[in-house]
């Protein structure tokens, strides 16, 4: 790497200018501890405003990019307007901008006003712009004819050695998998856009030897900057481009495609990174770095930065996407606000286009009607757990020993082979540590009857700093499954050592102080284990669950897969991260490999084979569990169709197709007009012929029909085996459709609920499964709700 590069890496944690004023403030503390608090506070501060350790991670820490806070909010989205059009009235782009141009004269009376209030001019995809405008300009401005709507800016947000392996494609074994077996040189010549925080060129993982030219009809380019420029994009890399959003000098890094989060490297990588042997994060997880198909192509597009990011980047991004011929778009983001109806115009002109759009859905979980990006033309990917864990020992005075969860690597910290007093700190606050002497000593903080009263990543933080500030040697900190590991990460290991236990272990620890005069322990060196020892998957606490608080006839999330603990690289480096961010790459690189093998196949055929082709049990035939306030087993709501099974999408016999033109309908309705017209439409939501089914208001019967297409056998008949969600009765006409060699390829048919209670309920949950004697299982996912009258809150 050039001594340019090198310079280019940011130091992290990086301390905000009021960190900066705390230094001061501190200098006559002793510098070491202050450096060491300070660098907590970063990291779990952060966490608390919504970053991930170091940048995306779990819902406890967030999926928000630290510096998306509301103090840069106001900066970041104050008198920006995105400007809707529709359809663009011309192929050449000059005209469509000059249109543009003509309204906002028109508004603003001086065409160079306008010309210098565009942000940026959306001219490829569809028809709009974003300008800086005044509320009033605004006004008069969504009077003027084409103008489809206008609105305020918003702000968005950033939602392996193992993972890859654990879902069947071991591309050292390639004959054991069916779809790399018939995907053309591991998907080489698709393009996958990646829509983030840039990318970190000089990393192993983006090395392109052995790949051809790049692609012909790729007509995009790579935009210099700052730390980046043409030589750095090559065969892998062939494109990259940057947004600042019309405040340059607001940005807070250098100008250009260069990746100083970390978060978007992380992603490219567990899509398409090439193999890295012996890469591990300090020694755990060791193995072979890969993306899930690492012959694509990957362009990318930064729209995160250090201040953050805004919808009119990520418009501009698509729009510039859909225009340089990316195949798919992996976009591991989403709206600070939640679910806006606004948010997703450029994606559906992409779908309509042929681009499969693969979204994160967020880290809001274990908490219902959370899931983002919820609208039914993208892929909406919730998270799973895999074969991995990281077993910490705790080796208690009396013999017994203990296994927690950590990231403890550092021994000169806390040797592993002495024995240290531990004591009993309950909830680790400054009141309860008043009287517990624990300076030089392992801390137990358990409170399992106060848990519910707190975030855990506050009274982890809260705990970890009280400790660290008074000399604690170590913290064993009891909480609920939430599958925090790589989110706390292994930084704070060079500060004090921790280790995550549950509440019946911490009840063990803290039995053992109680009894014993001079209870001791020790914490042993964390190891990583793999394999069916591992219970998995299951869907993490952090993944966000539906139903969509903004189209509840949508069943969304649409698939899970693995996102917790992903090994990838970050800068030079490789480390774990964990999120919906990271199981979002998982599903563009499968739809990557699908595309490779079905080049023609429509974004929802490729989404309908992934969703009916999942997998509702784990390895040993149990129904998959959701991580949850109790643990739970998962339903549609938490994974959709459930866990991603890449073998059997490939060939998933049949398929649900969508003609674009629905979606428009859908979007005209339920986006552009008043949430009226959408309550009215709602019926029709129930007809979009997607690969699942949502009824949020069953009063007496609603008939859903659906639309077949056989993508497999030419000859076969397939059966309909029906599980009907709880006081609910239904049935399916007809019950077996048959495909004959001459025939038509594809069939209709109805699916009638009637309830069998009235009442205002819940969702229950079922599914439509069709069979063949091929081994193809076609299974939709079914949630419906009994209701009496209309909007009667569900808070009792």
Known sequence: MSDKSSEARPDWPTLSSASALVVAAAAAASLVLFLVLVAVAAVFFACRRGAKLPFHRARDSGTSHPALSSTRKEKVTDHVYIVYMGEKKHEDPALVTALHHDV???????????????????????????????????????????????RPNTVWKLHTTRSWDFLGLNHYQPTTSKLLQKAKNNGEDVIVGVIDSGIWPESPSFDDTGYGPVPKRWKGTCEDGETFNATHCNRKIIGARW??????????????????NGHGTHVASTIAGSPVWNASYKGLGAGVARGGAPRVRLAVYKIIWSVGSDYAAVLAAIDDAIND????????????????PFEYPGTLHAVARGITVVF?????????????????????????????????VISLGNGEKLVGQSIYLNETKLKNTDFHMVVYGEICNKETLKSVNFTGKVVLCSSPFK????????????????????????????????????????????????????????HRIASYCVTSRTPVLKISRTVSTVGNGVVSPRVPAFSSRGPSIAYPALLKPDIAAPGTDILAAWFNTYEFKSGTSMSCPHVSAIVALLKSVH?????????????????????????????????????????????????????????????????????????LVSKDDCTSYIGKLYHLNLPSIAVPDLRDNVTVWRTVTNVGPEKTT??????????????????????????????????????KLRVQGWYTFGSLTWKDDCNHSVRMPIAVRTTVQDFVADVS
Not at 368 to 389: E, F, K, L
Not at 462 to 482: C, D, K, Q, T, V
Request: hydrophobic share 40%; with cysteine.
């Open 104 to 150: 906002l004269t028109a508004v603003l009376g001086s065409k160079d006003e306008a010309i210098k209030s565009i942000v940026y001019s959306y001219k490829h995809g569809s028809s709009g712009f974003a300008a800086k405008l005044t509320e009033s300009q605004a006004e008069e401005l969504e009077k003027y004819p084409g103008v489809l709507s206008v």
């Open 243 to 260: 947004y600042s959003g019309g405040d340059a000098e607001e940005m807070g890094e250098p100008l250009s495609a260069r990746d100083n």
């Open 325 to 340: 011929g990316v195949d798919v778009l992996s976009m591991s983001l989403g709206s600070v606000e939640g679910d806006s």
């Open 360 to 392: 994160a859905a967020g880290n809001e979980g274990p908490v219902m009607q959370t899931v983002q990006n919820a609208v039914p033309w993208v892929i909406t990917v919730a998270a799973t757990t895999m074969d991995r864990s990281f077993p910490t």
């Open 451 to 506: 848990a519910s009263n707190f975030t855990v990543n506050h009274v982890f933080s809260e705990a970890y700093l009280n400790l660290l500030r008074g000399g604690a040697m170590a913290m064993i900190f009891a909480e609920y499954p939430s599958n925090r590991i790589s989110n706390i990460g292994g930084a704070l290991d060079a500060f004090m050592p921790w280790v995550l236990v549950d509440y019946e272990m911490a």
């Open 599 to 671: 080049p023609h196949w429509s974004p929802a055929m490729i989404k309908s084979a992934i969703v009916t082709t999942a997998s509702v049990t784990d390895r040993f035939g149990i129904p998959i569990q959701a991580e949850g306030l109790p643990r739970k087993p998962a339903d549609p709501f938490d994974f959709g169709g459930g866990h991603i099974e890449p073998d059997r999408a490939v060939d998933p016999g049949l398929v649900y197709d969508i003609d674009p033109k629905e979606y428009f309908k859908f979007f005209n309705k339920c986006t």
């Open 718 to 755: 397939y059966h309909a085996v029906v599980e009907a969600p709880e006081g609910v009765k239904m049935s399916v006409e007809p019950s077996m459709i048959t495909f004959k060699k001459e025939g038509p390829r594809s069939v209709t048919f109805k699916v009638t609920f009637t309830t």
